[in-house]
């Protein structure tokens, strides 16, 4: 029996932004400080140059807002709003060269000082049958052809030398019922959409219970 579906892990990167202008300031230092001579990253985009002058600006805007000088808070906000943008562009960078390599991609982002979320992503559902709820039946699931298509199936309970056909579906499933129980019975289908029929897969084989 085929392996059913199974779900590969993504990994993202994700930016842990402080709300404190203080904070964001060390945040974004640490992120520059780990990118700087970083052979993952041979050029990042925005330039690091560019954030450690947000980064600066953003210091001196801080520090004139706390000494409560006049609009210096405006100020103070379009500078953090800046270095934000400026952050945010560079997660998009850091996610491009992490998947370039899914293998080490977890690994990439936390060099960058940055944090790692992983998701879930489907694979591509393999062909299989299954044992059903009942004695002498099978479950047959294939990989979806098209938004619309619909599939032929057949089975062979003599090692593949003849082959019974089951009534055809329009979702990619069945089940086959009849089947001798302790026999070993081969699957196979083949999808048919607008471009026309398909070709048979590969059999499946399962032991019916």
Known sequence: MAENTKLLRHAGVTLHLPSKVAALIVYAQGIVTRMTGNPSFPEPSPALSAITTAIDQLQVAETAALARTK????????????????????????????????????????????????????????????????????????????????????YSADGGKTWVTAPSTLQAKTSITGLAPGATVQFKYRPVTKAGEGDWSQPVSMMVH
């Open 71 to 154: 609009g210096a808070a405006a100020v103070r906000n379009d500078k953090r709003t800046a270095l934000l943008t400026l952050l945010r562009q560079l997660r998009g960078y850091l996610q491009t060269v992490a998947d370039t390599n899914p293998t080490t991609a977890a690994s990439v982002i936390e060099s960058a000082g940055v944090a790692v979320r992983k998701t879930a992503t489907r694979q591509a559902r393999a062909f299989a049958a299954k044992p059903g709820t009942v004695s002498g039946t099978a479950k047959v699931v294939a990989n979806p052809a098209a938004r619309r298509a619909s599939y032929e199936w057949q």
